[in-house]
């Protein structure tokens, strides 16, 4: 364990989401893994610019990934949790490679999968996210010390390079919300949201 991952607080990812969302201000895409992590953030604020990512673990970030490049000008930030990630590490290389000054990928540690059991993840052992991350080539990779780090974190400017990546310890509190189960849906809303198709109204 390294000594940045030995003094991250442990924070709450519900409070953690609410922050974020409170400081979008230029219609930034983000893209939610499954789960908690998209049930936190409809409940925070549903947005035409969200994705909710339904059914399939690890791949919060290629989507973000995706956006990033095609719109290089829009911030996007890609929620995702331990588990998740550990499913589709090799993203973190293939996003090293790319280098998208706009993307910017939070992790939700708990070190568990929390919705299936509570069974133990790797990040709840010997796995250091972040020390991955590095070693993948994200330079900018580091653990969130406090809610205010957070906050800190969340202002960086493109101009300066990127990707960065966020880990933050968490709790193991449930979600607070529930995401409509439509991914078509979920699909054309987030379109229109990005200025590429027809989206419709999604229902809370």
Known sequence: MSNDRAAAKILNRTALTKLLVQRLKHDEAVVAGIGNTNFDLFAAGHRPQNFYMLGSMGLACPIALGV??????????????????????????????????????????????????????????????????????????????????????????????????????????????QTPRDPALIRSRFMKGLGTGRGGALEA
């Not at 490049?69 to 996003?95: H, K």
């Not at 929390?114 to 993840?121: R, W």
């Open 68 to 177: 990033a490049l095609a719109q290089p000008d829009r911030g996007v930030i890609a929620l995702e949790g331990d588990g998740s990630i550990l499913m589709g590490l090799g993203c973190l290389s293939t996003i090293a490679t790319m280098k998208p000054r706009n993307l910017t990928i939070v992790i939700w540690d708990n070190g568990i999968y929390q919705i299936t059991g509570k069974q133990l993840t790797a990040t709840g052992g010997v796995t250091d996210i972040v020390a991955v991350a590095r070693g993948a080539g994200i330079a900018a990779s580091e653990w969130v010390r406090d809610e205010a780090h957070f906050e800190q974190l969340l202002d960086r400017r493109f101009d300066g390079g990127g990707p960065i990546l966020l880990a933050a310890k968490i709790d193991d509190e449930a979600g607070k919300g």
